[in-house]
């Protein structure tokens, strides 16, 4: 029976797997650049309740996996606690970046550099699952139109609040701005430190990872390129 059991789980993940490799091909047989949206559109860890049961009883198993009484008092209520952080921790799936920012954009006759910096975020590593965390750094140049600044830092929470790799997160937070504001260029720096890297595997606790995404005008010229990045990485303007 567990042998049944086995293949059927196999051809459903194989048909599941053969779905999603083809979501993943727009018109032309254009690979979509993140994946990831696919996931938004299926929902996250926020689901029925059915979902909810089901994934506190996956917690209760791993505890006794883990050699643990998932009845003690200590433990009795942990895998609903679980659940609902997971559910929170994952709820980026459920959002959209349109409907962050909704009617949040300007007419500006401005052509100077917009930029937040400093943006908390926290977000999971999809490997491990084990946080990540630091700041994002943000910048574009309008093209005729502008954005309320607090939907900068939304739309990080967008990406962010996924199961996620800081590269991908970087270009996705890039490239959603660069969808709706249409500007004539897009810039954004984050800078994080990892658990999977603090408190297992190699144990450096003073690393920090660093990566970019630059569109437009931040690629294509490099005085605006070297000018965003001097304020990313500069000293912050006033101390708090």
């Known amino acids: 029976m567990s042998n049944t059991r086995g293949s059927e789980a196999a051809r459903v993940r194989a048909a599941s797997a053969a779905a999603h490799a083809a979501d993943d091909v727009g018109e ?7 994946p990831s949206d696919r996931v938004a559109a299926v929902g996250g860890a926020a689901g029925t309740a ?3 049961a089901e994934y506190e009883e996956m917690v209760r198993r791993q505890l006794a996996l883990l050699g643990e009484d998932p009845t003690r008092d200590g433990l009795l209520n942990t895998p609903k606690r679980v659940a609902k952080a997971m559910a929170w921790l994952t709820r980026g799936y459920q959002m959209d970046v349109r409907d962050v920012i909704g009617d949040a954009l300007f007419e500006v006759d401005s052509e100077g550099m917009v930029m937040v910096r400093d943006i908390e975020l926290y977000s999971m590593c999809e490997h491990h699952m084990l946080p990540f965390f630091g700041k994002a750094h943000i910048a574009y140049i309008p093209n005729g139109r502008v954005v309320g600044l607090s939907k900068l830092a939304r739309v990080v929470e967008v990406f962010a609040r996924r199961l996620q ?4 997160l970087t270009e996705e937070i890039a490239g959603a701005l660069e969808d709706v504001l249409r500007p004539r260029g897009v810039g954004v720096v984050i800078e994080a430190a990892h658990m999977c890297m603090m408190m297992r595997g190699v144990e450096k606790q003073n690393s920090a990872t660093v990566t970019s995404a630059l569109r437009g005008q931040f690629k294509d010229d490099g005085r605006t390129r070297d000018e965003f990045l001097r304020l990313a990485h500069g000293a912050p303007a006033w101390n708090r």
Not at 28 to 34: M, N, Q, R
């Open 28 to 34: 032309g047989g254009i690979v979509k650049l993140f």
């Open 50 to 52: 059915a979902d909810q």
């Open 165 to 168: 790799v800081q590269e991908r």
